[in-house]
């Protein structure tokens, strides 16, 4: 059987011995794509002409759209998406689209043309200059995520070098240390706020964009020590790392139609991740804040963000903020790293 079926081509297993893939109408195949994931629906475009007709249909690929995604794309310049059919549109917005307190993205877009299996799809190379926040697609579900940078919170005495410095992702990304690698360690914004020492930890963010209906997630993205260079070496110190075992953090969650959520975790529970033999330090971790519903796309939702130790019998230091992911919460079950319980 599976012989049989690696044989079929265009015109059928054999020519002239009976019905084969090329005779079925690339509107029925468009029907059969609505339910097929954007992955799948490229590879199958390398069958025949009907397969590679339908993977293009604009129906097809607007089934794939959030049904607000003129929302995302007025985030761009109009003439970045006035002349694209619905799968570069999809491809578009499956790319991260920065933008700041709602406005439109300030950035050049280099657009090329590339076949990925068997699609021609459109790569997008994005320049960045200055955005807090980003917001993508996932290729698969075209679920739409949100990713908030350091940078757009208020942070208790980032004014002060004292106890924060901004630190380039260029010193945060993969590298070898003596202590541990890090096989994870990208970071999505090219910058990351480092707290030497403080006694009133305090990080707290908000935004407000229109979400399709969904279930999300918030996440907290963090890291125990500093990455720095050496002898052309990326490596990571932990000599500011401290106070995060005696008192726990609580990350709490609300948004404007009244949800809200809090939990606390251990940020360096020295003794439980021996026992497990784990390590936190050097690790990106995302902890989860919580879970809200988004049930219709107008008004739009505000949320609201957080995480605080202000207990001030202690100081604690040695720590590195990304960002806040917000994502449709089965998918970041299954794709994004889990966080430390």
Known sequence: MGSSLSNLTEWGPIAGDGPGLGDIPESCVACVFLYLTPPEICNLARL????????????VWESKLPHNYQDLLDLLPPERYQNLCKKDVFAL?????????????????????????????????????????EVWLDKVTGRVCLSISTKAMSITGIEDRRYWN???TEESSPLTQGEHIDSSSDCRFNIVAYLQQIWWFEVDGSIKFPLP???????????????????????????HTHGWDIKPVRFDLSTSDGQESSTEFY??????????????????????????IVTESNPTTEIRFSMKQIDCTHSK?????????????????????????
């Open 166 to 168: 901004w630190v380039s």
């Open 93 to 133: 917005l499956s790319t991260p689209v920065p933008f700041d307190d709602g406005n439109k993205a300030s950035m050049c877009i280099l657009l090329i043309g590339f076949r990925c299996f068997g699609c021609y799809l459109l790569n997008l190379t994005v320049l960045r200059y200055g955005m807090l926040q």
């Open 267 to 292: 940020l360096d529970d020295c003794a439980e991740d021996e026992a497990n033999g784990c390590h936190k330090r050097g690790c990106w971790i995302e902890y989860k804040v919580g879970e809200f």
């Open 48 to 59: 025949n002409r009907a397969f590679r007709g339908a993977a293009s249909s604009d129906a």
């Open 317 to 341: 230091g040695g720590i590195c903020v990304d960002n806040v992911s917000i994502i449709p919460s089965n998918l970041k079950a299954g794709r994004w790293r889990r966080a430390w319980k």
């Open 213 to 239: 209906p969904d279930i999300y997630t918030v996440f907290f993205r963090i890291h125990l020590g500093r990455f720095s260079k050496r002898l052309g070496r990326r490596v990571c110190y932990f000599e």
